[in-house]
């Protein structure tokens, strides 16, 4: 009865080793570089030692693989022949044949070790790791980097055998975590930065840069009851005069109210006195580029880059037109304010 007893201690002892390394490999996946390493450039021997273990994550990975393995293989070892034994008694009891008390011993022990493995010594820890990964590394990491140092030519031979696998596969291995920032750690770092003095934006660009990111056409475009507009038919007169009035290079041009092109003041100049009372030829009519109110700002900036044009019709999901983007609306939403040259001040 002690050693079965025994049995039961060290299958509980094991579960919890096999948690251990369990938690601590994904602890190291996904803890996040960018809330380790102001711990670690503040003296934390732990954050440090954290760090170390993300920067070798394969060898690591390869100590937890190494721990969990060993581990699974004697949790049914050991537990095995105590849970076994354990319930021969009870089996025997219901008069069934020693073949089947054992056939069936073996069937629940099987069950039941492989049920507490499966919930507590794997998915448990996983869960505490990735629920909680920059604590628990900073916890599980500094055992996880001792025992990978105590087992180092066993881990390292095992690693370079697995490396060689993937180098035959066209695989080249990696042997740091990925830590790629993402963009609210990035808006936080600039904003820490800021407020302790390392970084300035008197111009508002990296901050513009962050709200650009979140805007949508529909925030900047100008409504189309606020656009001045000119008849198909206009003349060249017709833009000098609104030239005069309103100081603008570009007049969308529209029919029955619906804008279909516009000029540039450029596109103008240089012409013959006796044309300038002539409509405005359609090849001299720059063609406008719709875009759904809802379309990301950056995403309309490549959209008119790619295209060249400085203007866009701005439609609902109807079709129906809510007014014009223009180009320099966009950039100043990332440098701030930008004057067309022609505008009236």
């Known amino acids: 009865m002690s050693s079965d007893f025994i049995g039961i201690v060290w299958l509980v002892v094991l579960l919890a080793i096999n948690a251990f390394f369990v938690a601590a490999e994904f602890a190291v996946i996904t803890a996040r570089r960018s809330s380790i390493e102001p711990r670690a450039e503040q003296g934390s021997k732990a954050a440090q030692t ?6 070798h994550a394969t060898l690591m990975l390869a100590t937890s693989q190494l721990g969990i393995t060993v581990c699974s293989l004697l949790i049914l070892n050991v537990s095995e022949p105590a849970i076994h034994h354990l319930l021969v008694g009870p089996l025997a009891w219901t008069g069934m044949s020693t073949e089947w008390v054992n056939v069936i011993g073996f069937v629940i022990t099987l069950v039941l ?8 010594g794997e998915m448990v820890p996983k869960n505490i790791a990735f629920s909680i990964p920059d604590r628990a590394v900073l916890i599980l990491a500094p055992p996880l980097v001792f025992i990978a140092r105590i087992f180092n030519p066993v881990i390292w031979f095992l690693n370079e055998v697995a490396n060689l696998v993937l180098r035959a596969f066209g695989v080249t291995p990696k042997s740091e975590a990925t830590s790629t ?4 750690e990035v808006a936080v770092i600039v904003e820490q930065s800021k407020r302790e003095g390392v970084l300035t934006d008197e111009a508002g660009t990296l901050s513009n840069t962050f709200e650009f990111t979140t805007k949508k056409v529909g925030e900047v475009a100008v409504s189309i009851e606020n656009i001045y507009l000119l008849d198909e038919g206009a003349t060249p007169h017709d833009v000098q005069r609104a030239v005069a009035e309103k100081g603008f290079s570009r007049y969308i041009i529209a029919h029955d109210g619906e ?10 100049i240089g012409r013959e006195d006796s044309l300038y009372d002539e409509p405005i030829p359609a090849e001299d009519v720059r063609s406008l580029t719709s875009m759904y109110v809802g379309t990301e700002l950056e995403d309309a900036l490549a959209s008119l880059r790619r295209t060249g044009k400085h203007l866009a019709r701005v439609i609902d999901k109807s079709g129906k037109t809510l007014g014009i983007l223009f180009l320099e ?3 100043e939403e990332l440098v701030g304010e930008v004057r067309d040259a022609t505008a009236r001040r």
Do not use: C, R, S
């Not at 070790?113 to 507590?120: E, P, Q, S």
């Not at 920032?181 to 609210?184: G, L, Q």
């Not at 804008?259 to 596109?267: A, E, N, S, T």
């Open 259 to 268: 804008p279909v092109g516009y000029v540039h003041l450029k596109d103008l």
């Open 113 to 120: 070790v492989t049920y507490l493995h499966v919930v507590f």
């Open 50 to 55: 954290a760090l170390f273990a993300m920067e």
């Open 329 to 331: 609306d966009v950039i």
């Open 181 to 184: 920032y993402t963009f609210d």
